[in-house]
């Protein structure tokens, strides 16, 4: 079994990751926000509730609306992100790479860090594109199965492919064709988010850990595993221990994963489901292994010697944060310079080389290694190829079958 150990990291790297880790985006249970459960985003103007206020349900999609295109008059751009994703100077003032965006292009951006959670933004943003309106965003970034939704309602509008040369040239292959969108047509990948097995060496004690299976089923491990409380991981990594496709599963399928994962609770195998905090556990030895995500690893593995992370043979989840222009944005032109900048080498290695995530941008890491080889050379910011080869996505559910999956994980993990 290839497993993957980064390099031992810079000091400039690890200042990057950690101020992503605990101030960013990182640094929100983002999984556990994320989670769709009949008594959350669901009944808190999730998918159950767009059709009882009028607005279609997801699946209906009446394609995105445009407005008067104001990009060659109005020289700005309006771009909502979350917390602490984006570069900035040792001031803390500065976007350097936005305002390397403006000295070239003379687009002013507006940047705005107003996203924390997607249901949350969601929620913000719903009634004016549920009534037409602008929201007075002009570039967005929001979770895979949130981009997705906002698609399927319409709500999204499709992008000129002539304004983005390089997103088009660059987007690395295994981020090329969701089933929410496919080819790409309406979302470019802001950053990827992978998830993997995290291990604690000394609190193993030689015990081996290779796959999901041992996790699962050795005894020696028994109320010392992690999951994570986010349905599409922690069932998505046990679909692909089972030899089923999480991108191509049936709800039988679906069934027998948290099935396997009931028996690992039921005898005291998996200690609990958790949102970030995972971290903590895995450091103090309280987990001696667990499922996590990648860009918290980074950070563990800098701080500790005893935490490391693999990849098993069957594979590992990725999801992705996700550039979108909603309707009625009156700068779409500029949105779509801004997106294309981004999938340029230069500006890319310098977003990556900051905010550590997996990079979506192909031919980055030669211009990341001129800033940082060690994170060059990381596969967790930087998949090589065998490593994105064994890369897969959840795919899209239903809003009928959200509701019954988030359910029964909720169940499953006491929610």
């Not at 808190?44 to 394609?63: E, N, R, V, Y």
């Not at 949350?120 to 007075?136: H, N, R, V």
């Not at 690395?172 to 969108?181: E, H, I, K, L, N």
């Not at 031919?363 to 060690?374: F, H, P, R, S, Y």
Request: aromatic fraction near 8%; charge should be negative; include cysteine.
């Amino acid at each position: 079994m290839e497993q993957y150990e980064p390099d031992r990291l810079s000091p400039a790297q690890v200042a990057a990751v950690r101020r992503s880790f605990r101030n960013g985006r990182a640094a929100l249970p983002r999984r556990s926000l994320l989670r769709a459960s009949a008594g959350g985003a669901l009944a808190a103007g999730g998918l159950g509730t767009l059709s009882a206020c009028g607005i279609p349900a997801a699946g209906k999609s009446q394609g995105g609306v445009s407005a008067e295109d104001h990009s060659a008059k109005e020289k700005t751009v309006a771009f909502s992100n979350w917390t602490e994703y984006m570069d900035v100077d040792d001031s803390g003032k500065h976007h350097p790479t936005l305002e390397q965006f403006t000295e070239r292009t003379g687009i002013k951006v507006k940047y705005t860090e107003d996203i924390n959670d997607n249901n949350e933004f969601f929620g913000k943003i719903k009634p004016q594109l549920a009534a037409g309106q602008d929201t007075g965003r002009d570039l967005i970034v929001l979770t895979d199965w949130l981009a997705g939704r906002l698609i399927r309602l319409g709500w999204a509008q499709k992008l000129d492919p002539a304004n983005l040369p390089h997103a088009y040239a660059n987007l690395s292959a295994q981020f090329r064709s969701p089933d929410w969108d496919p080819g790409r047509a309406y979302s470019y990948v802001w950053q990827g988010i992978s998830t993997v097995i995290a291990y604690n060496k000394k609190a193993l004690d030689g015990v081996e850990v290779k796959s999901l299976s041992d996790l699962l089923d050795n005894p020696k491990l028994k109320g010392r595993v992690g999951f994570l409380s986010e349905m599409r991981d922690s069932v998505g990594m046990t679909l692909l221990d089972m030899g089923k496709d999480p991108a191509n599963f049936t709800a039988d399928d679906y069934d027998a994963a948290i099935a396997r994962l009931q028996k690992a609770v039921d005898k005291g195998q998996i200690r609990r489901f958790t949102g970030n905090d995972y971290t903590s556990d895995l450091t103090s030895g309280d987990f001696a292994a667990c499922v996590a995500w990648a860009g918290d690893v980074v950070q563990l593995k800098a701080d500790s010697p005893d935490i490391d992370f693999l990849i098993p043979d069957s594979g590992y989840m990725t999801s992705t944060d996700n550039l979108l222009i909603p309707n009625k944005a009156r700068h779409k032109t500029n949105a779509e310079r801004l997106i294309d900048f981004y999938y340029e080498p230069k500006p890319a290695a310098e977003l990556a080389a900051y905010i550590n995530y997996v990079c979506p941008v192909d031919g980055v890491k030669a211009e990341l290694a001129k800033i940082d080889e060690d994170a060059a050379n990381n596969p967790l910011i930087i998949p090589d190829k065998a490593m994105a080869a064994k890369s897969h996505a959840f795919r899209s559910l239903s809003s009928k079958e959200e509701t019954e999956f988030e359910a029964k994980f909720a169940k499953l993990t006491g929610a």
